[in-house]
C-alpha cells in the first residue's frame, strides 16, 4: 500500500557529514508524521528526530544541534541532515511515517522503510 525507500547511507570520518532521504510511495492521501529512528548492534531501535505537519520537529537529544529533518510535501519524502558525525553515530537508520491512505478511512497507518547504514570511523 505504502513503500518508504531510503538512501544517502554510507562510510563517513568522524566530524563529516551525510544527508539521508525518504521517498514515500504508493496510496498516500496525508502524511501525518515522518521521522527516522536508528538501532546500533546490541541496542534498541530509538527516535532520531520527527517531523509532524511539514514543520514541526523533534529530535533526540543526543542529536540536536547537529541533524535537522526537513520534509518535501510535494515529493512525499523526507531529509536527515548530519553534521558533526560521531562514532556513536554509527546505526542503521530507519525512516518511519504515519500516514493516511486514499480510500483508507480516518485510519493513520504506520509504516517503516527496509534502513540503511551510516557508519562513523573514529
Known amino acids: 500500500q505504502v513503500q518508504l525507500v531510503e538512501s544517502g547511507g554510507g562510510l563517513v570520518q568522524a566530524g563529516g557529514s551525510l544527508r539521508l532521504s525518504c521517498a514515500a510511495s504508493?496510496?498516500?492521501?496525508?502524511?501525518?508524521?515522518m521521522g527516522w529512528y536508528r538501532q546500533a548492534p546490541g541496542k534498541q531501535r530509538e527516535l532520531v528526530a520527527t517531523?509532524?505537519?511539514?514543520?514541526?520537529?523533534n529530535y533526540a537529544d543526543a542529536v540536536k544541534g547537529r541533524f535537522t529533518i526537513s520534509r518535501d510535501s510535494a515529493k512525499n519524502t523526507v531529509y536527515l541532515q548530519m553534521n558533526s558525525l560521531k562514532f556513536e553515530d554509527t546505526a542503521v537508520y530507519y525512516c518511519?511515517?504515519?500516514?493516511?491512505?486514499?480510500?483508507?478511512?480516518?485510519?493513520?497507518?504506520?509504516?517503516w522503510g527496509q534502513g540503511t547504514q551510516v557508519t562513523v570511523s573514529s
Open positions: 518511519n511515517g504515519r500516514i493516511m491512505l486514499r480510500g483508507g478511512g480516518a485510519a493513520t497507518y504506520e509504516y
Open positions: 517531523i509532524t505537519g511539514g514543520v514541526s520537529t
Open positions: 504508493g496510496r498516500i492521501f496525508s502524511i501525518n508524521q
